[in-house]
């Protein structure tokens, strides 16, 4: 079975400062994992995503991840958090191609001025 | 590329009435697509999987005959909300693959539906 556990519903930063959401999956295949960014009353954008290759992942804005099989973990970190990266993140495990996804419970960005 | 877009983007409507929620994919076919229901501060819980020209495969605790999803093109999937009642109000998003054995999947900008 898959799951994802984020630690910390809600974290905050000061503009600037570094930016790390913690996310854990377990999973009995190598995984795929995903992660997704979600702003008020708006859709997914994913953000990154690793499938295999190379374990540290860029995404866009800045961010990026990565997996740590050993540890179970996909962090997702960005160096200087800016106020327009305050939303909702979401980490997901896929089982790989043509499998559904899994979401973790998300984490509340607050970036604070 | 890849864009998945979804109809209406908000809806109110009455107890006890039905509601239809487009979810299409603008340029690709999408043999696959999925249907979440996000309720407020909480995660995505994936309601269906939904396979084009067949029936969709529902997860555990959806009632199949309360959210009738229909699949009947590459590009588009439905999801109608039967006798709706206030506590099916939630924001509904929808995602789609590309091909059968993509990993992808792009999601639309969601729906928010209300019950009055």
């Known amino acids: 079975a898959q799951s994802v556990t984020q630690l910390g519903s809600h974290v905050s930063v000061s503009e600037g400062a570094l930016v790390l959401l913690r996310c854990n999956y377990s999973s009995s295949v190598p995984p795929y994992l995903f992660w997704y960014v979600q702003y008020p009353n708006q859709g997914l954008q994913l953000l990154l995503k690793?499938?295999?290759?190379?374990?540290l992942v860029k995404g866009i804005n800045g961010f990026e991840a990565e997996f740590k099989k050993s540890e179970t973990s996909f962090h997702l970190t960005k160096p200087s958090a800016h106020m327009s990266d305050a939303a909702e993140y979401f980490c997901a495990v896929s089982r790989g191609t043509g499998n559904q996804f899994y979401f973790g419970t998300g984490t509340s960005l607050t970036v604070i001025p | 590329g890849a864009v998945v877009s979804q109809h209406p983007s908000w809806v109110i409507c009455k107890s006890g009435t039905s509601v239809k929620i487009e979810c299409r994919s603008l340029?690709?076919?999408?043999?696959?697509m999925f249907w979440y229901r996000q309720f407020p501060k909480q995660s995505l819980m994936l309601m269906a999987t939904?396979?084009?020209?067949?029936?969709?495969?529902?997860e555990q605790g959806v009632e199949k005959d309360k959210f009738l999803i229909n699949h009947a093109s590459l590009t588009l999937s439905t999801l109608t909300v039967t006798s709706a009642h206030p506590e099916d109000s939630s924001f509904y998003i929808c995602?789609?693959?590309?091909?059968?054995?993509?990993?992808?999947?792009?999601f639309g900008p969601g729906t928010r539906l209300t019950v009055t």
């Open positions: 995602s789609a693959r590309v091909g059968t054995s993509s990993y992808e999947q792009y």
């Open positions: 939904s396979n084009e020209g067949s029936k969709a495969t529902y």
């Open positions: 340029d690709f076919q999408a043999t696959t």
């Open positions: 690793y499938t295999t290759g190379a374990t």
